[in-house]
């Protein structure tokens, strides 16, 4: 059952922070890292050499753009301890995740990584209304990958009774939440979903005691949200981290769930244009990008994420001064580039989603006809959104255009599609047919 | 009182409306009345057949990967002389109800026409009609066509 909207703070010294206080701690803990970097990590220091980049550069959060970037692929290169800065005894505890092909990346965590990271997820937790009373049931998986411990060690530092079951075995998941009055649940969202449809049909939602849920290692949407908490009667709240920056608890959602706070004591969130990689003001999509102020086993310096998102500094009702960074709405790897105009396939389809109550199939064409980037969206029009009206079809083609014009910023050609008219591809769906040759 | 129409929709291009047309012949849907309604994007084929026929219509539509639809309107026999027509619009006009789309069946019913009307507000329209004596025509008597 859902909970009063109280909020709960697990650290107001940190999180209720006024921004200027916080601005020259993270401006102290910078200048900290960027040394520590500079003198332990030889890849890091030759890249700040090829600038022309000295730690004493870096005074303040403003020089932040002086610095190089880092990515995954050097993780990859520098695998497994290349980009340690602290001596491998000090090094406690190894996590990252597989990856898809090749190496795996890897992260080394001291005690003081450990600890921040744990801190973050106690943070999230009670944002999402954790404590003491609480039975945490933690489904993400144990191991290498940073979402079963994670979610264990933060829901011990609240001091609640924690479940390990790690992912997988939804039978046994039930029967302990149903036994056990299990209140908060930590896993995926897609996961979630599916052990509230199973609780469902095995008409055992009666027995529930749930409240709420942290869910994050994957990106979810706001339609997502509504089912899950419809089908488990609870407050979902959102929880985003990467293993590269501490794992998951460098963003949550407090119950007002509207974008996640970023534990700003401990990272510094940048969005930047991911071609010409500046930095974007707050509100502008863009890539995320992290710089670790506080890890002492393996820092990083302006990581980039590949993540599209915004970010806000607007007040939050919770308390918490912290800026908020919105869902994953995409990966810079879909990104086009129309008119010189960034555009994300997920913002057209965001456009799409809630048209008539559905989300249709569509797909991006993009063309340039007398040097000119002309974009067309395919949609496919679903029972939902026929009508045997031609005047209510037509409305609904400008509708989306209009959508599509004030959400990216460019006019595009809509065209209604018959159904499963579209192509699907196996696995990743490919929507973006771009015929503009510009290789 | 109303009679279902089905409408579908076409993209507009060569043979789209006889690909639909042989969908429906080979699984032996009468057609009883059609109209296509186009735009320079897309098309919109409505028709009427009977009622019984109705959903495994849909069903048929669906399966072959249309958007279609099921709709109430209305029908009504309009004697065959001039004026006819004229009459049941005047009617609709007064009482405040406006027509989306018009047209008429193949089949004439005892030298009368029959026509398949979209109103802004059935019930209102169906009302003022049958206060006027003018026929409106049920599903069941389309059944039996
Ligand atoms: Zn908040």
């Given at each position: 059952?859902?909970?009063?909207?109280?909020?709960?703070?697990?650290?107001?010294?940190?999180?209720?922070?006024?921004?200027?206080?916080?601005?020259?701690?993270?401006?102290?803990?910078?200048?900290?890292?960027?040394?520590?970097?500079?003198?332990?990590?030889?890849?890091?220091?030759?890249?700040?050499?090829?600038?022309?980049?000295?730690?004493?550069?870096?005074?303040?959060?403003?020089?932040?753009?002086?610095?190089?970037?880092?990515?995954?692929?050097?993780?990859?290169?520098?695998?497994?301890?290349?980009?340690?800065?602290?001596?491998?005894?000090?090094?406690?505890?190894?996590?990252?995740?597989?990856?898809?092909?090749?190496?795996?990346?890897?992260?080394?965590?001291?005690?003081?990584?450990?600890?921040?990271?744990?801190?973050?997820?106690?943070?999230?937790?009670?944002?999402?209304?954790?404590?003491?009373?609480?039975?945490?049931?933690?489904?993400?998986?144990?191991?290498?990958?940073?979402?079963?411990?994670?979610?264990?060690?933060?829901?011990?530092?609240?001091?609640?009774?924690?479940?390990?079951?790690?992912?997988?075995?939804?039978?046994?998941?039930?029967?302990?939440?149903?036994?056990?009055?299990?209140?908060?649940?930590?896993?995926?969202?897609?996961?979630?979903?599916?052990?509230?449809?199973?609780?469902?049909?095995?008409?055992?939602?009666?027995?529930?005691?749930?409240?709420?849920?942290?869910?994050?290692?994957?990106?979810?949407?706001?339609?997502?949200?509504?089912?899950?908490?419809?089908?488990?009667?609870?407050?979902?709240?959102?929880i985003y981290g990467l293993t590269e920056i501490g794992g998951p608890g460098v963003a949550f959602e407090c119950l007002e769930k509207h974008g996640m706070h970023v534990n700003e004591d401990h990272v510094l969130a940048e969005i930047i244009d991911p071609?010409?990689?500046?930095?974007?003001?707050?509100?502008?999509?863009?890539?995320?990008?992290?710089?670790?102020?506080?890890?002492?086993?393996?820092?990083?310096?302006?990581?980039?994420?590949?993540?599209?998102?915004?970010?806000?500094?607007?007040?939050?009702?919770?308390?918490?001064?912290?800026?908020?960074?919105?869902?994953?709405?995409?990966?810079?790897?879909?990104?086009?580039?129309?008119?010189?105009?960034?555009?994300?396939?997920?913002?057209?389809?965001?456009?799409?989603?809630?048209?008539?109550?559905?989300?249709?199939?569509?797909?991006?064409?993009?063309?340039?006809?007398?040097?000119?980037?002309?974009?067309?969206?395919?949609?496919?029009?679903?029972?939902?959104?026929?009508?045997?009206?031609?005047?209510?079809?037509?409305?609904?083609?400008?509708?989306?255009?209009?959508?599509?014009?004030?959400?990216?910023?460019?006019?595009?050609?809509?065209?209604?599609?018959?159904?499963?008219?579209?192509?699907?591809?196996?696995?990743?769906?490919?929507?973006?047919?771009?015929?503009?040759?510009?290789? | 009182?109303?009679?279902?129409?089905?409408?579908?929709?076409?993209?507009?291009?060569?043979?789209?409306?006889?690909?639909?047309?042989?969908?429906?012949?080979?699984?032996?849907?009468?057609?009883?009345?059609?109209?296509?309604?186009?735009?320079?994007?897309?098309?919109?084929?409505?028709?009427?057949?009977?009622?019984?026929?109705?959903?495994?219509?849909?069903?048929?539509?669906?399966?072959?990967?249309?958007?279609?639809?099921?709709?109430?309107?209305?029908?009504?026999?309009?004697?065959?002389?001039?004026?006819?027509?004229?009459?049941?619009?005047?009617?609709?006009?007064?009482?405040?109800?406006?027509?989306?789309?018009?047209?008429?069946?193949?089949?004439?019913?005892?030298?009368?026409?029959?026509?398949?009307?979209?109103?802004?507000?059935?019930?209102?329209?169906?009302?003022?009609?049958?206060?006027?004596?003018?026929?409106?025509?049920?599903?069941?008597?389309?059944?039996?066509?």
């Open positions: 059952m859902k909970q009063p909207k109280v909020h709960k703070i697990y650290n107001p010294e940190a999180e209720c922070m006024d921004r200027e206080t916080r601005r020259s701690l993270q401006n102290k803990r910078l200048q900290e890292t960027v040394k520590l970097e500079y003198e332990r990590v030889p890849l890091y220091r030759a890249r700040m050499d090829a600038r022309g980049v000295k730690p004493e550069d870096i005074k303040t959060v403003d020089d932040l753009y002086k610095l190089p970037f880092m990515e995954k692929t050097d993780l990859r290169d520098e695998f497994p301890f290349g980009l340690l800065a602290a001596p491998k005894r000090d090094i406690i505890r190894i996590q990252g995740s597989s990856g898809t092909t090749g190496k795996p990346i890897v992260s080394g965590y001291t005690q003081n990584d450990v600890d921040v990271w744990t801190e973050m997820v106690a943070r999230a937790i009670t944002a999402a209304g954790g404590g003491p009373d609480d039975i945490v049931q933690v489904c993400y998986g144990y191991g290498l990958f940073t979402g079963g411990l994670g979610a264990h060690q933060g829901a011990d530092r609240v001091g609640a009774m924690v479940v390990p079951m790690s992912s997988g075995n939804t039978q046994r998941q039930i029967m302990m939440m149903t036994e056990l009055g299990s209140t908060m649940l930590c896993c995926t969202p897609s996961y979630a979903t599916y052990l509230g449809e199973t609780v469902n049909d095995m008409g055992l939602k009666d027995k529930l005691k749930l409240k709420s849920g942290c869910f994050g290692a994957e990106p979810w949407t706001e339609e997502m949200r509504q089912k899950l908490e419809s089908l488990l009667d609870i407050d979902a709240c959102d071609v010409t990689e500046k930095p974007l003001p707050y509100g502008t999509p863009g890539e995320l990008v992290f710089t670790t102020l506080t890890k002492t086993g393996m820092p990083m310096l302006r990581y980039r994420t590949h993540d599209i998102c915004t970010l806000t500094d607007e007040p939050c009702a919770c308390g918490r001064t912290t800026i908020r960074m919105s869902r994953i709405t995409g990966r810079t790897d879909d990104m086009l580039i129309i008119r010189g105009v960034n555009v994300f396939p997920s913002q057209i389809e965001a456009c799409l989603v809630d048209l008539e109550g559905v989300a249709p199939f569509y797909m991006l064409i993009v063309d340039r006809i007398n040097s000119t980037d002309k974009l067309e969206v395919q949609v496919e029009m679903t029972e939902e959104m026929f009508s045997d009206k031609i005047g209510e079809i037509e409305a609904l083609r400008s509708k989306i255009a209009d959508r599509i014009k004030s959400v990216v910023g460019i006019s595009a050609k809509v065209q209604l599609v018959p159904p499963k008219s579209l192509p699907r591809s196996e696995g990743k769906a490919k929507r973006i047919i771009d015929n503009r040759n510009l290789h | 009182m109303y009679i279902s129409q089905i409408s579908v929709y076409l993209e507009n291009e060569k043979g789209s409306l006889s690909r639909l047309t042989s969908l429906l012949g080979s699984h032996q849907m009468d057609i009883l009345a059609m109209t296509i309604a186009d735009t320079a994007a897309f098309g919109i084929a409505r028709f009427i057949i009977r009622e019984e026929s109705i959903d495994p219509c849909l069903a048929i539509l669906q399966q072959a990967g249309y958007s279609a639809r099921k709709n109430k309107v209305t029908c009504v026999r309009v004697e065959n002389e001039p004026g006819g027509l004229n009459r049941v619009l005047e009617i609709l006009d007064r009482a405040g109800v406006s027509i989306e789309y018009l047209y008429s069946f193949n089949y004439t019913s005892a030298g009368n026409a029959l026509l398949i009307l979209r109103l802004s507000d059935r019930e209102a329209g169906v009302a003022a009609l049958q206060k006027a004596k003018v026929t409106v025509v049920s599903k069941e008597e389309i059944g039996a066509l």
